[in-house]
């Protein structure tokens, strides 16, 4: 997950170049990002104008999703629902991911919960379960950005559950969880969770 207007912004665009050669597409997590990354760098960077198009995007498969649900030939393809249901969480978080951009962190935390939870009940398959507990580290880091150190660590210890068998990805939970529990004056906890990284940094080095 990436920091909002973190210098790997333009790693993100390349990124994004490079894939557009590749078959292989971004992760499901990730997905949303080099879109609503490249749609800001064809806007010339203006916020505003990139989010407009996304909530354009999104009203359009609010509306069709409407049609689909009051019609009597609903569910007669579920793969084809999946698939729409999937673009409706990306829209829903690329818009989260723009608000972040512009420092609305709030709205972006409205945005990213719509996405998750419509993207939980898509993916289901195992490979791809890693990829929504990512969307976890970016709804923390949300809440992180406007003082609710709570909800961010409740947001962790979901993600921390949902990549336990990913000792490296647990690593870096517990190093930033470390660091809100030592902000918040819970000196123990922090501790706790650095050790435990440390641990979990040696078993992700062992399994390499």
Not at 166 to 193: F, Q
Request: charged content about 25%; aromatic content about 8%.
């Amino acid at each position: 997950v990436f920091p909002f207007g973190s210098p790997q912004d333009e790693e993100m665009l390349q990124a994004l170049k490079n894939n557009a050669t590749n078959k292989s597409s971004p992760s499901t997590a990730v997905s949303p990002y080099y879109e609503a990354m490249s749609l800001l760098h064809d806007s010339k960077n203006d916020i505003m104008v990139a989010n407009e198009k996304c909530e354009e995007t999104l009203g359009e498969l609010l509306q069709k999703r409407g049609e689909r649900l009051s019609s009597s030939s609903t569910s007669s393809s579920g793969k084809s629902d999946s698939k729409e249901e999937g673009k409706l969480a990306s829209a829903y978080l690329q818009i989260g991911f723009l608000c972040g951009r512009a420092g609305s962190h709030e709205q972006a935390v409205y945005y990213f919960r719509r996405g998750f939870r419509i993207l939980r009940r898509v993916v289901n398959a195992s490979p791809m379960k890693d990829d929504v507990a990512d969307l976890r580290r970016t709804i923390a880091l949300s809440y992180l950005a406007i003082g609710r150190e709570d909800m961010a660590l409740r947001w962790y210890r979901a993600c921390l559950r949902a990549c336990s068998r990913n000792p490296g990805k647990t690593a870096d939970i517990l190093v930033s969880m470390g660091i809100i529990y030592g902000r918040i004056g819970r000196t123990t906890e922090a501790v706790e969770c650095f050790i435990n990284s440390v641990e979990r940094s040696a078993a992700a080095a062992k399994k390499s």
